[in-house]
């Protein structure tokens, strides 16, 4: 193993507390909440939006062929 490099003082960390942050989270979670994830009522809200893109292509697609069957009669 190599031994560390020795480093001046003027390169070295030299503030008198180091502190990390969590990510905004204000709410404390419970360790089930933690550990089995926490039930989300955005994954109702993502499901009729595909259900909705859906919808629309397949209008969209629909669309397209009738106009080239009009179109090439």
Do not use: C
Request: hydrophobic letters at 40%; proline letters at 3%.
């Amino acid at each position: 193993m190599k031994p560390p490099l020795l480093a001046d003082d003027e390169s070295r960390f030299s503030g008198h507390l180091r502190h990390y942050h969590r990510s905004g989270s204000k709410r404390q979670t419970s360790w089930d909440e933690w550990v089995d994830g926490k039930a989300s009522n955005r994954s109702v809200s993502k499901k009729w939006l595909k259900i909705f893109g859906v919808l629309i292509a397949l209008i969209a697609l629909a669309g397209i062929v009738t106009g080239l069957i009009i179109e090439l009669r």
